[in-house]
């Protein structure tokens, strides 16, 4: 089935603004929030969709990717190889519910963020925090793909006591107060009524387990921070500002789950090529003769060389457009095309024979423009400020 747009999930239409972006998903959330519709396929899904409608509409930056680009522009990351991302399946419930903070305010922002639903999600899954690293691309990267190897400081699981934290394994006990599932039930008032709410274990920080005597190696913590190279496949047709995240690469935590990755493009400017999306543009500068004789040039592409005809006779100003010689779009669907802008080069300084070529030439009727010249000229200005 084709993926919903996400203005119609809403309810919205494009150009809504954050406040009815924002009302939209808070009237939906509180319809098929599974705690109102317990064992609701439908409604679960329904809540789901929304979410993620709302998590890319809600940011600014992934709006201005999914109005330009489409789902196409949020799924590019998730066939990466190795990517999370938005591709692989929408978002998952813990995210939703980490995101309720956010919209709901302060009552779920704290503690887990979440609503209990009777237990019937069981204890939540600690998550590492997530590590940001930024990564310089060329041109030549953003055409053909590349793969980076990035050193990374991490929080890893501790070897000594395999994660636990304890010296051994006499001194990692369940924690009492919650019986290991790391939370403790409560009772609270909301949107939706009164609603049972988890929150940490107190007693144990959420951990499930209490130490009576720490790992003398990580300190109790059960993670060590260390160095590591990663390896980030950066797919062909990457912008400026695109963060990509690679699944369980960022900081591992006791008892928990490891968090991501996230890279973030930086694109290097290159020394010829100016990119307008897929595109490329070169500003081309060529001789007078040149541009009267015409002839042959090699205009630089991504990687290469393209040779080029110049017709006799070109006008400066003229764009060239050369079909595909661009960039790749993300999502693969074909490529961009390299503009050739043509200009024209004026020597300053002529030899006393050159300058008596040209005195030769000024003599000439057909140097002079001629009437329908002068008016295309004038129409291309025209154009240019109207
Ligand atoms: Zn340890
Ligand atoms: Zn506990």
New binding site residues.
Partial sequence: MAKRDYYEVLGLSKGASADEIKKAYRKLAIQYHPDKNPGDKEAEEKFKEAAEAYDVLSDPQKKERYDRYGHAGMDGFGGGGGFGGFGGGGMSMEDIFSQFGNIFGGHFGGDFGGFGGGGNRGARVRKGSDLRVRVKVSLKDVANGVEKKLKVKRYVKCASCNGTGGEDKDSVAQ?K??G???V?NRVTQSIFGAMQMQSE?P??Q???T?ITKKCSHCNGMGVVQEEEVISVKIPAGVAEGMSLSVKGKGNAVRNGVDGNLLVLVEEEPDNDLIRDENDLIYNALFSVPLLVNGGTVEIPAVDSKVKVKIDAGTQPGKVLRLKGKGLPSLNGYGNGDLLVNIGVYIPENLSKDERKVFDELSKSENMQPTESAKKSFLARFKNMFS
């Fill in positions: 924690c107060q919650c290991g599932s790391g403790v274990c007693a144990c959420g951990q499930g209490t």
